[in-house]
């Protein structure tokens, strides 16, 4: 009986592995360019009436958290930070499309790194690095799910297969081991939704927020010692087998091998 490809160690092994690189000067160009991007959408979006609701419903009254509200001048705690702004950069549907993960990956990406990266007061450099290594997360499961069939069936690969992305750029500025990323990964997996039937309704920028907010509650779980299978996602019952139509977890290492930073999206 042949064994799963080990995906999930493929991924943490990457993402431990990159947080130590040096991004070129071209990937760093346009990983900036990414963050400018979504932080304009962001604020354009800031007052649409989803994201109004979603202040709401989050109760987020402003004024003693460590993060931004984009467009608001409001600091809440970060997870709120990311998961409205990322509803309020993919609200107006002008953010960065990306045709590697069929979705929108600066909008799930950017605004938990932002929060993570203003609670924890880092400098730009790692944040990029975060935002990189998330994104390149998302282009290896989507070439393994493959993303144009998962989309097919149904699924709004922006949350699905985002909210990994997520986690890994939340794992990477929280520097979480060896274990506890093999976990977050677990613990995101078991968080991935997104029912393209929604596509064209209020909800859809939700499907972002929720990503960009369960990435960072998935780290934060796995740092705190919540745990998950370890190989969740090529297991029999996990992600691929889950999400996947014949999927192809070979097509992971060599996204993960050979890019050596983000494509370039097209809005």
Partial sequence: MNQPVPVTGQLV???VEARRASLDQDVTRRAVNAFVDTVGVAVAGAHESVVTAMHSAL??????GAATVLGTGRRVDGHGAAVVNAVAGHAMDFDDHLSDVNGHPSVVLVPPVLALGEELGLPGEPMLRAYVIGHQVMCA??????????????????ETVGVLGAAAAAGTLLQLTTSEMHHAFGIAASMAAGSRQNCGFSVKP????MAAGNGILAAR?????????????????GYFAVFGKDPDLTAVAPVVK?????SPPVA
């Fill in 141 to 158: 499961v989507s070439a393994a799910l493959p993303v144009r069939a998962h989309w097919t069936a149904g699924w709004h690969a922006t």
């Fill in 59 to 64: 109760r987020l009254t402003g004024g003693a």
């Fill in 206 to 209: 939700v499907h972002a927020g």
């Fill in 13 to 15: 092994d990457f993402c």
């Fill in 221 to 237: 779980l796995a740092a705190a010692g919540v745990d998950a299978d370890p190989h969740q996602l090529e297991a029999p019952l």
């Fill in 258 to 262: 050979e890019r050596s930073g983000p």
